[in-house]
């Protein structure tokens, strides 16, 4: 499927696909604006319960103030892609790596800029540790088990009613077995005490970390863990951006996305 459209008088391609990888067929959309100007490809991942569909138009905006191509998948299980169940945290933040990799190869993608949010920017930060990467820019990344983690998820647990409604239009059938393995996976990295920060020393490029200190799912603690590892990194807290810092500041997080580039 391929669809074409303007968006503040420039014209952006937008190509959307299923490709299979690694037996699981996954959703990919692309963005390319009609002139070039940056060479790296600009690849997205979405947190725990997001899909392609939950970035909103933020993927376009990208692609369109930067001039760079943009590529925005559904993670296994999510949204339009097909479903893949894990024993862990690690299996999972490990095999989607393995996933992203494939992936890139099929799309012809060899040093990407990540751009990943919670769960998303973990695996950014993962497969950076394993894979040449141009960028990283991570929001509201987790490396480590800490309280907030779990409360954040308990309480939204309690009003998973209501909020799991709202899901089913991008994930449709796999809402439940989404929701239901998201928490399954948290409550065992708390029990196991999770910390993927060892790996984080491999990661050799630059790296931008965006953090809300008042995030219900992760405090700056995340953060000084990942500095610790890798002390290059630079680092924006911003105040009320929540979990998901893009919605309320994308043009905070498009600075910080050029900056790294």
Known sequence: LITSRKIENKLLEIIDSHIEVKGYSL???QVVPAVLVQSTVLVFLHDALGS???WRDFPEM???QLNCRVIVYDRPLHGLSGGVHYGSIKEQFDSEKEILHELLFELGVKMPGLIGVSDGATISLNYAAS????SVVAMAPHVIMEERIMVGI????????VYEEKLRSFHGDHTAPLIDQWYRLWKKADK?????TPRLEDVKCPVFLIQDPGDPYGSSDQIDAIREKIPGAEIELIEKAGHFPYVNFPEKVIASIKSVL
């Open 131 to 134: 894979y040449p990467c141009d």
């Open 154 to 161: 308990e309480g939204w647990m309690i009003k998973r009613t």
């Open 27 to 29: 959703f990919v959309r």
């Open 52 to 54: 392609v569909g939950q």
């Open 62 to 64: 990208v692609a369109q």
């Open 192 to 196: 196991e005490g999770w910390d993927m």
